[in-house]
């Protein structure tokens, strides 16, 4: 195998490049289009890049936030949350709630979104977004380095308790994950994908 020439970096010193490739490399990234509620009763819809799925049963999911905002602040008062699934269709919608404005201020009103009621917490979920995830608290994690310094990033997990699904994604009784269009971050401060159902494919697993 030819020897690649490699761009090589230690964090800690700066990666030498025009934007930090960091969130570039670890691409598409879902996003944790995340509703919340603080105990006086205000409203928070604010988009997450850095979200995923962390376990099966119970269904686990989580965003880390990489400083204490609202959406930790209003989760570690009331417990709960709700992920709600950024589509194509509401691409600008999800950047406007990205907006960073006064803590009752609410971001469903600036982007034009409907707040829809839950069935199990008190939080609303956007009734446009085609899948919503109601969820219960489990965990928030400050996070910390390999020095076991605490660092300014704060992982919120939790269980999810209900699921919403906008009938139109199941076919055969398989949820269709490109139908919905969904949007993922990519690098930078504003790069993004749109998952089409051309650009799928399938690999069996060898086991």
Same mark, same amino acid.
Request: proline letters at 6%; one cysteine or more; aromatic letters at 10%.
């Given at each position: 195998?030819?020897?690649?020439? !490699?761009?090589?970096?230690? %964090?800690?010193?700066?990666?030498?490049?025009?934007?930090?490739?960091?969130?570039?490399?670890?691409?598409?990234? %879902?996003?944790?289009?995340?509703?919340?509620?603080?105990?006086?009763?205000?409203?928070? !819809?604010? @988009?997450?890049?850095?979200?995923?799925? +962390?376990?099966?049963?119970?269904?686990?999911?989580?965003?880390?936030?990489?400083?204490?905002?609202?959406?930790?602040?209003?989760?570690?008062?009331?417990?709960?949350?709700? /992920?709600?699934?950024?589509?194509?269709?509401?691409?600008?919608?999800?950047?406007?709630?990205?907006?960073?404005? *006064?803590?009752?201020?609410?971001?469903?009103?600036?982007?034009?979104?409907? *707040?829809?009621?839950?069935?199990?917490?008190?939080?609303?979920?956007?009734?446009?977004? @085609?899948?919503?995830?109601?969820?219960?608290?489990?965990?928030?994690?400050?996070?910390?380095?390999?020095?076991?310094?605490?660092?300014?990033? /704060?992982?919120?997990?939790?269980?999810?308790?209900?699921?919403?699904?906008?009938?139109? !994604?199941?076919?055969?009784?398989?949820?269709?994950?490109?139908?919905?269009?969904?949007?993922?971050?990519?690098?930078?401060?504003?790069?993004?994908? $749109?998952?089409?159902? $051309?650009?799928? +494919?399938?690999?069996?697993?060898?086991?």
């Amino acid at each position: 195998m030819t020897e690649k020439d !490699l761009h090589y970096y230690e %964090p800690a010193n700066g990666h030498g490049l025009k934007h930090d490739p960091f969130n570039a490399i670890i691409a598409p990234r %879902p996003i944790g289009w995340i509703s919340s509620r603080d105990t006086r009763g205000n409203v928070n !819809l604010a @988009p997450y890049s850095f979200f995923n799925g +962390f376990n099966y049963i119970p269904p686990i999911i989580g965003f880390s936030s990489t400083s204490w905002k609202d959406s930790v602040v209003n989760i570690q008062e009331t417990g709960e949350f709700v /992920w709600n699934l950024a589509t194509m269709d509401l691409a600008k919608q999800m950047n406007a709630t990205a907006a960073h404005v *006064a803590r009752h201020v609410n971001e469903f009103e600036i982007a034009g979104l409907t *707040a829809a009621p839950s069935r199990l917490v008190n939080v609303p979920r956007v009734a446009e977004s @085609p899948v919503s995830f109601e969820c219960k608290l489990t965990q928030i994690i400050q996070l910390q380095g390999a020095d076991g310094k605490k660092v300014q990033g /704060w992982l919120t997990l939790g269980e999810v308790v209900a699921v919403h699904i906008d009938k139109t !994604l199941i076919k055969d009784g398989v949820y269709q994950t490109a139908l919905a269009r969904p949007i993922v971050r990519a690098g930078r401060r504003g790069d993004y994908f $749109e998952i089409r159902p $051309e650009a799928m +494919f399938e690999m069996v697993r060898p086991d």
